[in-house]
Structure formats: C-alpha cells, structure tokens
C-alpha cells in the first residue's frame, strides 16, 4: 500500500531509516548470518582451527538421543500449555461476553497477570506448590502423594505448564473476548429467536465466526511456549530432574552459552529460525486480513 | 428480572472462580512478605498477614540480606528495571517512528527492500540467536552495559508496521494542504503526523514496558555485575534451588516489589494496554 500524495526528498528518507537499519542490522542480521555461518563450521576442542563440516551438525544434532527428547519435551510442552490457555481463556471469555453486571470489572481481575514476567510467575507457583512450605505442595505430601518437583520429571513439567499458562490467559482471553464482541449482535439474536440454546448458539455460530482470532492465537501461544517460557523453566526447574523440562529453546541456551558448544549450538538455532519463520509465515498467510478486531 | 439474574449466575460463578484462582498466587506472595523467614520455612504460614511486613519490605529495598541470602538492594535492581524498561520504550517508539514516517510519506529507492528487512525481525525472537548475537556484543564490548542491555532490544518491527498502518489513515489533503502552505516533511512531522499520534505512542508505551519490564533471557546474558541485574533476574538468584530453609519473606517481598509496576501500568492505562496490544499483534 502506498499514499498518493508523497513528499519529494531524495536524502531525508535515508536518514529517517537509519537509525532503524544500523540497529538491525548489527543486532540482528549479522548474528543471524553467523548463526547460519556457524552452523556448517565445527572448532577443534582448544578453538584453535575451524573446519568447515557442511551439514554435518545439522546432522549431528539431528541424530542426538537429547535433542530428540527435548523435542519430544517441547512438543508435550507447547501442546499442553497451548490448549489449557486457550480452553480456559475461550471459557472465561464466552461468560464475560454476555449481558451480565460487572463485566468490565471482571475483565480487568483476569487481565493484569499479563503484565507479570514468566520468571516472576514461576517464582509465584514455586512458593505454592513447593513440596515442604508451599500451601499446596505440602497438602498434597501430606494426602501420601509424594509431591516434589525437583525430582519427579512429569511434576515438573506439570508446574511449569501450571505457572506458564496462568500468566498467558489473560492475553488470550483479551483476543477472544475482542473477537466475540465483533460478532455482529443481530446474528446472535436471530439465533436466540431461532431459539437456539447457548450451547448450539456457541457450536454453530461463535466459535465458526471466531476462528481466525483462536487461529491466530494457536500461533502466538506456539511461539509463546518455545521462546517466551525460557524464564519459567530457568527459574524453576534448570531443564530439569534429568532433562525432562529441557525444552529446544533451553537446549540452545546449554549448549551455546553454559557448555560453549558454538556448531552444534548455531545449528539447533537455525532448525528454531525454522520453525518460527514456517510459523509466522503460515499465521500471515492465513489470518492476515480475515481477523477482525474491536 | 429474576430469571435473568439466575440465568447469569454460572457466569458469575465461573468468572468469580477464575479471578480468585488469578489473584491467588498473588495474595500468597503477599502473605509471605508479611511473616518471618522461620515461619515460612517450617511450613507454619497462615493465610492471614503477620506482622513482619514493614521490617522485610525495609530489609528488601535497601540490603536484602537474610540467614541465608546476600542479595543486592531491591531498590537498585528496581531502578535498573525502571531504567531499562523506558529506555527500551522510548527508544523503540523513537526510531520506529521515525522509519514508518520514511516508509509512508516519501517514495525513493529501495523503499520496499529496506521495509523487508526491517520486517523480517519479526520472524526471530532474540531468543534463537543467542549464541551469536552474545559474540557480537562482547566484540563491540558492550557486554555489562546499560547500551549492551538496552539497544539489541530496540530492533524489532512491531512498531515500525503499527506507525506505518496509522500514517497510511492520514487524509492526502493534509498534506496537500501542508504542501500550500510551504511546510516541509519534518514540519508536517512535528506538527501534524507526530500529535496525531500520541495515542498509539501511548499504547506502544505501554506495551513496551511491560516487554522491557519482563525481559529475561537478555539480561541473564548481558549483565555481569550484580549491580547492573534487573529485579525479575535478582529474584530467581535470591530463590537460587528454592531451599525450605531460604529467606522467603524477603523473595516474596521483592517479588511483590517487582510486580507492582508492570501491573499497574496495566490497570491504571487499560484503554492504551488494550489499544497497544490488538494494535502491535494484529
């Protein structure tokens, strides 16, 4: 898209843009080019001589037992937390989304934890759910449940969907909230005259007219659970026990930044770039354009 | 009337439920702060305040050194965050502003090329480049730096395309009408494009508070010195492992500390939050 009426200046342009392109291009393009760059060299353990490998560190991590298990974490990770946010946040959004009394003040009380870091959160949910002092943790020792994260990998990885979903609903719930006041209120009444129930109102009209909005959101809460959570899981469990909350972006961080191991470290972030660029790519090819707001 | 009301009350059940689950976490925090570090430790917390608040939100703010923790003040690492967190909004809003106002009101070449680039950053979070882009720092020397923490962050598309969008809605008789009138593309920004934005400036703010507020990863990297750490990176290194027997009234009371602001930026600014984020995400 483009204005009709423009301005005629040959330099001022440039140096509008300027400040812009130095920043991106020192901080993120030439990073980028070395991650691609060094994801086809490997260093000889005392980083004296660099060999060029081809792909054989996207073989390498590819073959890795670790890396596949931490793909395997990721996915059980990102699909937990995905579909709990979403279900919850469709839930509380259908019900302040009727006629009742308080609605704004409803939506404020399930809007604020949006603000709170993921690291914050964890350090929240380690305080309730620890297994000796947290108020649920030592419930649940004292039922003879045997809670303790630290050392069971399925309660870790429960935690930590735990503390990272309830940060994200409340940016969900704002969307399909969004989403369901832009459903024009004629159609819903011709439903009701219909005498449809709110179940079959819900079923056949809402969540079909809502679509792009929990499209767009299945992305956003996708890239949220491999990039965004990176806190949540520093904080609360280190990758851990074992490395059953190892997710691929907290292997990245091990192995490029904690063990140095720059090849196959650079080599994992390109596969990442991959995924995230063939996630971006699919939201705007899909829902740019068909999503309406406000 | 009745029936209405009766209608509703699943609503109002469910909504109660949620909002009360939110704030839980919250409240316990609060809780926590309140009560002293062998309370705490022993298991022995009750849900009602104890009288230790005023002492540990001192203690917090200007040591934070427990029986076991050797923080660093909570109001330094606050101060960082604050610092942080403006110099993060402020400089994003600045240059995208300046970019999008290229992109929209002048046609030169390489126009689309250099807005391809600037919208390819929205493909990678800086989590995937971490490795390389911490080479790049520690070659520049800004490893442990105010500009080294700040400034890789301000690169990002979002409010180069939300700019972008707004000044595409600026009616062609304005600048016409400029034009007539002698001003030049840098008086038509000040006075004209520049106000007619203040309330997406206002959104964007706020949105990139929040996101400079919560950073993790890059000041995990960045910052060396314990001086230099933002207050959600100061916190996880007071919890450490998260030991029974740790100073949890003065990790509960930093953590309240810490959530204060963003959170209040939240409620207070509603209508701009909002605006901010349908706008930036759409």
Same mark, same amino acid.
């Given at each position: 898209m483009q204005r009709r009426v423009v301005f005629n200046n040959r330099i001022l342009p440039y140096f509008l843009l300027l400040p812009q392109l130095i920043i991106t291009t020192i901080f993120f393009f030439w990073p980028a080019s070395q991650a691609i760059y060094q994801s086809v060299l490997r260093q000889d353990p005392f980083g004296l001589r660099t060999t060029f490998v081809y792909l054989d560190n996207f073989r390498d991590v590819l073959s890795d037992p670790l890396y596949i298990e931490s793909f395997q974490v990721t996915i059980v990770f990102s699909i937990s937390v995905t579909l709990f946010v979403m279900t919850l946040a469709l839930l509380f959004a259908v019900m302040a989304d009727?006629?009742?009394?308080g609605a704004q003040t409803y939506k404020t009380l399930l809007l &604020?934890?949006?603000?709170?870091a993921p690291a914050i959160a964890a350090v929240l949910w380690v305080f309730i759910f620890?297994?000796?002092?947290?108020i649920i943790g030592k419930s649940l020792n004292a039922g003879?449940?045997? &809670?303790d994260y630290k050392l069971d990998g399925g309660q870790a990885l429960l935690l930590i969907v735990v503390a990272s979903s309830w940060k994200q609903i409340a940016h969900n719930f704002l969307f399909f909230l969004a989403g369901l006041q832009s459903v024009p209120i004629a159609v819903v009444e011709a439903a009701m005259i219909d005498g449809a129930s709110a179940w079959k109102l819900f079923r056949t009209i809402l969540f079909p007219l809502i679509s792009p909005t929990t499209f767009y959101l299945l992305t956003i809460n996708l890239v949220f659970a491999f990039f965004d959570t990176f806190g949540v899981i520093h904080a609360l469990t280190g990758g851990g026990p074992g490395r059953s909350t190892t997710t691929l972006m907290y292997k990245v961080y091990m192995d490029?930044?904690?063990?140095?191991n720059l090849g196959i470290s650079a080599a994992q972030s390109v596969i990442l770039m991959l995924i995230v660029s063939a996630l971006v790519w699919i939201q705007f090819r899909y829902v740019e354009g068909k999503v309406h707001y406000s | 009337m009745i029936a209405k009301q009766l209608r509703n009350l699943p609503a109002h059940l469910i909504l109660a439920v949620a909002v009360v689950v939110f704030a839980f976490p919250v409240y316990l925090a609060v809780i926590g702060s309140t009560w002293d570090a062998g309370t705490i430790g022993r298991g022995q917390m009750p849900l009602t305040p104890g009288p230790d608040g005023i002492e540990n939100y001192t203690n917090a703010l200007t040591s934070a050194r427990g029986g076991r923790i050797i923080g660093y003040p909570v109001q330094v690492l606050l101060w960082n965050s604050l610092l942080m967190a403006v110099a993060i909004a402020v400089g994003k809003i600045i240059i995208s502003i300046l970019s999008a106002y290229a992109v929209a009101f002048f046609r030169f070449p390489l126009r689309m090329f250099f807005f391809g680039m600037i919208f390819l950053? %929205?493909? %990678?979070?800086i989590e995937v480049r971490i490795a390389p882009t911490y080479k790049v720092m520690s070659d520049l020397g800004l490893i442990n730096t105010f500009a080294g923490l700040t400034i890789p962050l301000m690169a990002s598309a979002t409010g180069t395309l939300l700019f972008r969008q707004f000044f595409l809605t600026i009616p062609d008789e304005y600048v016409e009408a400029a034009k007539l009138d002698g001003a030049g593309p840098l008086r038509f920004f000040w006075s004209i494009a520049l106000p007619l934005s203040r309330t997406n400036i206002a959104a964007l703010f706020v949105i990139l508070f929040i996101y400079g507020w919560n950073q993790y990863l890059w000041p995990l990297l960045i910052t060396t010195s314990r001086g230099m750490e933002t207050i959600v990176i100061g916190i996880v290194k007071m919890m450490g492992?998260?030991?029974?027997?740790?100073?949890w009234n003065l990790i509960m009371a930093s953590t309240v500390l810490a959530l204060l602001p963003p959170v209040l930026v939240v409620v207070l600014m509603q209508q701009w939050f909002v605006k901010g984020l349908v706008q930036t995400e759409k």
């Open positions: 009727r006629q009742i009394r &604020w934890p949006y603000a709170l620890h297994p000796s002092i947290g003879g449940l045997h &809670w490029g930044y904690v063990n140095l | 950053t %929205l493909m %990678l979070p492992t998260g030991e029974a027997q740790t100073d």
